[in-house]
């Protein structure tokens, strides 16, 4: 089918109010990107040097911290060069493969946190068996077979982003938002884009709905599990092995939901920045600070390699 596309360059806007404040975002924003970079890296080096962290929970750990690192930087730099200049100008084909990545990342990011789920399902719905069931060889069955169901998604994706090459832009080319999602993108077209937002609705089912469903679901066993715990201590030791991964998933799915789920319309775009903002540039870097920061394994690795003295000790003893 040949391109109609006559928009060949979309303007990004960004933060374009904030004027004198945008060397104040500029530089939390550039922070954040190294915190979420150094931390990740660091948590893929632990797990993949220190021995006693060779088991299922911190194997899945380091397989999203790659995921964090690739999302985060498929956004922050561009985003930092967007509030830098108070805008930026893409190319339209950069603007697609942008979202394309986008979205196969965040399908990574979906499917790795229903495995991490099931893990902790079995650690605490079935800790007796649970070394026996969760060896190596299902890690990596399991890590597999998350990349091989995100296939579909990363087709309908790709289905998704060819679609939307063969729309009609004649015009503006204009995007209040700093980075290229579908919703501004749709905007632009002069185009009949229900099928498009069929395909993303399908899309949405497939990455945000069924994951997010079996993540419920392996929670109300859990819970169920916790409740016939009879101590309260049990309950609690029992309790702090899937906190982690809980608060984890309530910010990655609360913040997608809100985004996805409720129409634009309903929101402001300011709000919707924000939203897109935390998820893509805040969550990655927080992943490794909620899993590891209050975990005895990674502080002893830290020992273990001479990195822990670096680390100022007392920020460290306040979690």
């Known amino acids: 089918m040949e391109n ?4 060949t360059e979309i303007i990004l806007l960004g933060f374009h109010h904030l004027h004198s404040m945008r060397h104040l975002l500029f530089s939390i924003i ?5 915190l979420t970079i150094s931390g990740n890296f660091l948590i893929i080096v632990l797990v993949s040097c220190c021995r006693h962290l060779h088991f299922p929970m911190y194997f899945f750990l380091t397989q999203m911290s790659i995921s964090d690192i690739l ?10 060069s967007i509030v830098n200049h108070e805008g930026g100008i893409i190319v339209f084909k950069a603007c697609l493969n942008q979202y394309y990545f986008f979205v196969a990342f965040e399908i990574s990011e979906c499917l790795l946190l229903t495995v991490m789920s099931y893990d902790r399902y079995l650690a605490i719905c079935n800790p007796l068996q649970y070394n026996s069931i969760m060896d190596h060889a299902v890690c990596i069955k399991l890590i597999v077979i998350s990349w091989v169901f995100s296939y579909p998604g990363f087709l309908i994706g790709l ?6 090459s063969q729309l009609e832009f004649c015009g503006p080319n204009i995007i209040d938002h700093f980075f290229c999602d579908i919703d501004p993108l749709l905007t632009l077209s002069c185009s009949d884009t229900l099928i498009i937002h069929v395909e993303a609705l399908f899309l949405c089912v ?26 309260s201590s049990g309950k609690k030791k029992a309790f702090s092995t899937c906190s982690s991964h809980l ?18 319309h309903k929101r402001s775009l300011l709000t919707s920045k924000i939203l897109s903002m935390f998820f893509t540039v805040v969550t990655p870097m927080l992943n490794p600070i909620i899993y590891s920061l209050r975990n005895n394994d990674i502080r002893e690795a830290l020992k273990k390699i001479n990195l822990y003295p670096l680390i100022n000790r ?3 003893n306040k979690f």
């Open 314 to 316: 007392s920020i460290l």
């Open 206 to 231: 497939i990455v945000l709905i069924i994951p997010f469903l079996l993540i419920i679901v392996s929670y109300v066993y859990i819970a169920l599990t916790i409740s016939k715990i009879p101590s």
């Open 30 to 34: 550039l922070v954040v990107y190294c």
């Open 4 to 7: 109609q596309t006559m928009v």
């Open 71 to 80: 999302l985060t930087t498929n956004i922050a730099p561009q985003m930092l």
């Open 159 to 164: 289905f998704i982003v060819v679609s939307i």
């Open 247 to 264: 608060t984890v998933v309530s910010m990655y799915y609360g913040t997608l939901i809100g985004i996805y789920t409720v129409p634009t």
